[in-house]
């Protein structure tokens, strides 16, 4: 099976504008969970959908939102960027049999200018 | 609320040498327990986990145990190799409900010398 993929891999933005997003789960997968990950404050979850509701949400501002789509892929967009936004945004995504297991993709590094 | 705790880092080595990375967490459920890898410019890799108590993950060569007396879940590798170096995450999970979080470490970097 192919991995998770996400898209772009690399992104630049300055400050104010918004950016979305990408993320294929691996075939099978419903359930999409998304992570920030920086230098100070590590890995961090962001939110997890399911079956295109959103189940759980990290602690982050109403300016970083989610959605997910009937095929289970899945974007994240953060809107009015800020220089602290700058990070590599993990995807994750994991099967009903799988329990807690959750399959990273290689991730979109974002870069706030 | 749920945390994991990781032996600071950065760990140097030779090649060879054993290693240990200390992981203990704190949950209030029954959590699986996982370590991931990361190398440079890439995303998580899934290393290996356990799912309850007692539990034994292994995969090339790692092995953790899943020690629920000690809340514990330590990395260990019997001789490592230059390829090995990277960040490792300790990791916990725990659903809740149907809704799904990892909660995890500050990460190790290994760096392995030839």
């Known amino acids: 099976k192919a991995g998770v993929t996400q898209t772009p891999r690399y992104l630049i933005k300055t400050r104010g504008q918004q950016v979305t997003l990408s993320c294929s789960p691996i075939s099978g997968h419903r359930s999409v969970s998304w992570y920030q990950q920086t230098p100070g404050q590590g890995l961090q979850f962001l939110f997890e959908y399911f079956s295109e509701t959103q189940r759980n949400k990290g602690n982050f501002p109403g300016r970083f939102s989610g959605r997910q789509f009937s095929n289970s892929r899945s974007e994240m967009n953060v809107s009015t960027l800020e220089l602290g936004d700058s990070a590599l945004y993990l995807c994750?995504?994991?099967?009903?049999?799988?329990?807690?297991?959750?399959?990273f993709g290689p991730g979109t590094r974002l870069l706030v200018l | 609320g749920d945390s994991v705790t990781q032996m600071e880092g950065p760990v140097t080595l030779s090649e060879e040498a054993f290693l240990t990375i200390n992981c203990t967490y704190t949950a209030t459920g029954y959590p699986s327990l996982f370590w991931y890898v990361q190398y440079p410019g890439e995303g998580l890799q899934l290393l290996l986990k356990a799912t309850k108590a007692d539990d034994k993950g292994s995969n090339k060569g790692f092995e953790a145990t899943y020690r629920k007396e000690t809340t514990s879940f330590h990395l260990e590798k019997g001789s490592v190799q230059v390829s090995d170096s990277a960040v490792y995450f300790c990791a916990l999970g725990i659903s809740s409900g149907s809704a799904r979080q990892l909660t995890f470490g500050s990460g190790t970097q290994l760096t392995v010398l030839p």
């Open positions: 994750a995504s994991s099967d009903l049999a799988g329990g807690e297991t959750q399959y």
